[in-house]
Structure formats: C-alpha cells, structure tokens
C-alpha cells in the first residue's frame, strides 16, 4: 500500500538527504522502492540493501552508478564508522545525486561517532499504519477499520493478510526475529532470555505506570539492567514510553512512565477486555502524529500523560513547548467526566479536553470536555491537532 509519507519524503530528497527510521517490517523498504521506482524524478535509482552480500561490496566500494538520481541505503547503520564514511560519500556526491538511508533501529542509536551530519539531512520516522492513513487508500467506514487495527495491528502485512491466522502466523514469526536478529545485536546472547521475559511483564503492563524497580525484583535483576533493555527496546522501535507532564522536566523524568507497544496487537489482553489495547492504539496514533509534526514541520510537540498528587491519571497530554494543547481520556464505554478531566480542562482554557470512548452512541459536549467516537476521532487526529 502507499504510505502518506511517500510523497513527503520525495520532496525532502530534493533538498538533502533523507534518514528514514521505525520498526522493523513497518514498510521503510517498500516505501523507499516506490519513491525509487518514480524515473521522471529520480532517473538510475538504486537501492542498496547492507544485508545483501552483493549491496554490501558495491556500498564498500562506492560503485553504485554516477548517474543514479537516487541511492537508498537500507540498514546501513549495521556498516561500523557508516556516519563518518557516509559523510564523505555526500560531500563527494554528484550534483544529481541525492540519497535515503532506511534502519530498523533509531540511525543514532547506539552508533555514536565524533562526525556530525548535522545540516545534510531530514528525518522521518515511519510508524504502522494508523486508522486515518488506513483509510485513506481503503475504503470503509472508521468502526470497521478500527475493529481490524485492534485485531491485527497496524503493520502491513498482518493488516492486508487474507485472514486473522495468517496475522498471527505473521505475528509469532515477527517476535522470533526481533529476538534472533535485532535484539542480539545489542546485547549478549545470554540476556536474551531475561529481555524476553521482561517484554512478557510489559506486555501485561499497558496503560499503567511501569515500576522498573518492581519488575527488575520479580525478575531478580537490577534496575539498572532493565532501564538499559528498556533503552534497546526503544531503540529497535518495539516499544516506546509516555512519560509525566510536568512542567518542572527534572520530576518528570524521576516519575514513573507507561510503556506502549508499536504493534497493538502484542498487547496481553488476558487479564482485562479490551481497554490496554484500545488505550495503545490511542497512544500509537498520538504519537505518530506528534512524530509526523515533529519530522514536518519541527514542532516542540510531546506526547505525556498526567497524574496528579492523588494518583489520578489523565491517560494523554499533548504538549507544544511545555503548554498542553491536547488532554484525552480513553475510555471502552460512555462514563461520567473523570473529575481531573474537568478540572484540568478549566484551568487550561486554550487547550482542548476530550474524552474518547470507544463505544459510544453520540457525541457530546459536557462543559468544557468534548466526549467523542473514538473511531472517528482517531481517523481524524490530523484535524485535532
């Protein structure tokens, strides 16, 4: 399918070169390809897979055409210096040449070098597909691609499988090559089994706050350990983490965050009916947007949550340069306005309140907090903020 960010990109490699991250099987390859594949565009281009023993002697070697108006680097950030030698490579570049670099895992992380690219290059990040990108190129109603979202999770190809076994056929085979390949490569083989125990507690955590201290004491390791899987995990774009408003950053950060998963559908939904996996659909679409505007248009845009002196949470905040624009509760079924929900609506005036119930019959207005459909409201978030 065509990604909304396609086109975005093309442009951006008219100016520099683009680094394209997110998870792995999100579609980066794909996407790359089809902006390849645009000939009037970028005449000659060539994809070069790090992976791919032949792609690897030619990006070792530089012997990728002159005349090639585009050249993708997927995966390069494996290739040890890569920052340094691709610096060289641009700045020794044709004046018809641009180029793409695709990764798994965050291009920066764990690769630091004393070379800055700094001034060569746009970023953007390609996240599974969301409810309004979903519809976008298929037609349907916002309920029924939402339902398919929860069921199968926003990764192409488990979305776009005949059926929901071949989903979770794709599902288990995802999971054993993020531990067999990406999760090896940053740690040692035998703190694999720990790790995967510790994504199994995640899984089981959704919504919540995650104590590291707690689980690393079940666990019988250190909290130090699991903050450092934690940082991998974030990395290989398995998870990611919403963490306190506040707007003394410092307390925010000593607080506790809640951990969301990338794909809906690793959710452990055993223990409750269906609320961690909507609530994560939510987060996963915020924080696309937020990245979307963050990648676009350089906005100081963040995605927190709130919780108060007495423990009552607001599952999201959305902020820009400190101040809240956005205050969502996730709700299964229509209730009584969360009283937080209320009054931080009341003390933020300028900032939008809502309350997003999955199952609901009508929108509403109660005060000043707007209770919303949530399939509508998420195939919409582009108009939200």
């Not at 059926?163 to 999971?175: I, K, N």
């Not at 996996?277 to 995605?303: I, P």
Request: proline share 4%; charged share 25%.
């Amino acid at each position: 399918m065509r990604r909304l960010l396609t086109d975005l990109i093309a442009k951006d490699l008219g100016q520099k070169m683009v680094f394209l991250s997110g998870p792995r099987q999100a579609g980066k390859t794909t996407l790359a390809m089809q902006i390849a594949e645009q000939g009037q565009r970028f005449p000659g281009a060539q994809v070069l897979n790090w992976d791919v023993s032949q792609d690897r002697a030619m990006i070792l070697n530089q012997t990728w055409p002159a005349s090639a108006g585009l050249v993708v680097f997927d995966e390069l950030h494996k290739m040890k210096g890569w920052k340094l030698w691709l610096k060289g490579v641009f700045d020794g570049r044709p004046p018809t040449q641009t180029y793409m670099v695709t990764g798994s895992a965050r291009l920066d992380a764990f690769r630091q070098t004393g070379e800055s690219l700094a001034g060569r290059y746009f970023s953007w990040r390609l996240h599974p597909v969301s409810l309004e990108e979903w519809l976008s190129v298929e037609d349907g109603e916002p309920e029924a691609g939402l339902q398919r979202l929860l069921e199968r999770g926003g990764f192409p190809e488990p979305l776009l499988a005949k059926s929901v076994d071949d989903a979770q056929r794709w599902r288990r085979l995802y999971l054993e090559g993020l531990v067999r390949e990406d999760i090896l490569e940053f740690s040692r083989i035998q703190e694999v089994r720990a790790m995967r125990l510790f994504v199994d507690v995640l899984r089981s955590r959704v919504g919540s706050p995650v104590s590291l201290a707690s689980i690393a004491r079940d666990l019988q390791l250190a909290p130090a350990t699991l903050a450092k899987y934690l940082e991998i995990l974030e990395a290989l774009y398995i998870v990611f983490t919403v963490r306190p408003f506040h707007r003394n950053i410092a307390r925010a950060l000593l607080k506790e965050p809640k951990v969301y998963f990338y794909d809906l559908a690793l959710v452990d939904e055993r223990l409750g009916e269906g609320g961690a996996r909507f609530e994560n659909a939510c987060a996963a679409m915020l924080l696309q947007r937020v990245h979307h505007l963050q990648d676009a248009q350089g906005k100081a845009v963040q995605l927190q949550y709130v919780r108060d002196k007495e423990g009552r949470e607001i599952d999201f905040v959305v902020t820009e340069n400190d101040e809240p624009i956005l205050f969502a509760e996730a709700k299964l079924s229509a209730v009584a306005v969360p009283n937080l929900l209320a009054s931080v609506a009341e003390r933020f005036p300028n900032s939008k309140a809502q309350l997003v119930v999955r199952h609901l019959r009508h929108k509403e207005q109660r005060g000043r907090v707007s209770v919303e459909l949530a399939a509508e409201w998420l195939s919409s978030l582009s108009k939200t903020f």
